[in-house]
């Protein structure tokens, strides 16, 4: 298996410009989550997803961020419009959960955003 | 919010040393991880350890998990250079176990 791909892995892109971020989950895994990593507020959970539906979005920062998961193997995460403060590095990961417990999590790359 | 909070933030040893690493949280949890980042890289898990167990191994690595203290330890025997990488544990997030809370971090700086 490759793993949780994402793309881009690295997006520099100007202040009111929209980023979407991509990710591809391990493929039999039913739950995906998005993180974003600062070295100022470490790393934070921003939504996550359980067989394709939104479980809880409290994470997401404001209504410039949106997350979709269409279907089991893709989800994006887009920021409309960006703002500097949004650079930081977005993960996504995936595993397989059930009601007993969480399950470990496997975490892609990574995509380093820079909004100058 | 942060769940867990990782003591100590950033720990510098030889090689061949061990290295402990602290966990705190504040709710009940359902099992407690640790993962592995390397620079510039995505997290590893590394070990869970379940509510309902106090200690646990993988290889050099031994964590532990006081329930009543609400924390967890972290220990690395006879470490490398290349386990220097930054160190997370986490909880859960909720009662249907499908989130994690990661703490901060703590650094660990190996030195040959």
């Known amino acids: 298996d490759a793993g949780v791909i994402q793309s881009p892995r690295h997006e520099v892109t100007e202040m009111g410009q929209e980023v979407t971020l991509r990710c591809k989950p391990i493929s039999g895994h039913n739950s995906l989550f998005w993180y974003r990593q600062t070295m100022m507020r470490g790393l934070e959970l921003l939504i996550y997803?359980?067989?394709?539906?939104?479980?809880?979005d409290s994470g997401m920062p404001e209504d410039r961020f949106s997350a979709k998961m269409p279907n089991a193997s893709f989800s994006t995460l887009k920021i409309q419009p960006s703002e500097p403060r949004d650079s930081a590095v977005y993960f996504c990961a995936s595993s397989f959960a059930w009601d007993s417990g969480s399950n470990e999590q496997f975490f892609g790359p990574g995509t380093r955003l820079t909004v100058l | 919010s942060q769940q867990g909070e990782e003591d100590p933030q950033a720990l510098s040893i030889q090689e061949g040393e061990n290295a402990t690493m602290n966990c705190s949280y504040k709710?009940?949890?359902?099992?407690l991880q640790w993962y592995r980042q390397n620079s510039g890289r995505g997290l590893v898990h590394l070990i869970l350890i379940r509510s309902n167990e106090r200690e646990k191994h993988s290889g050099r690595l031994r964590v532990t998990l006081d329930t009543s203290k609400k924390s967890s330890s972290l220990l690395i025997t006879a470490s490398r250079a290349a386990d220097t990488a930054s160190y997370f544990c986490a909880t859960d997030a909720s009662q249907a176990g499908t989130a994690l809370i990661f703490g901060k971090g703590t650094t660990l700086s190996v030195s040959s």
């Open positions: 997803f359980n067989n394709n539906v939104p479980i809880d």
């Open positions: 709710t009940s949890i359902n099992n």
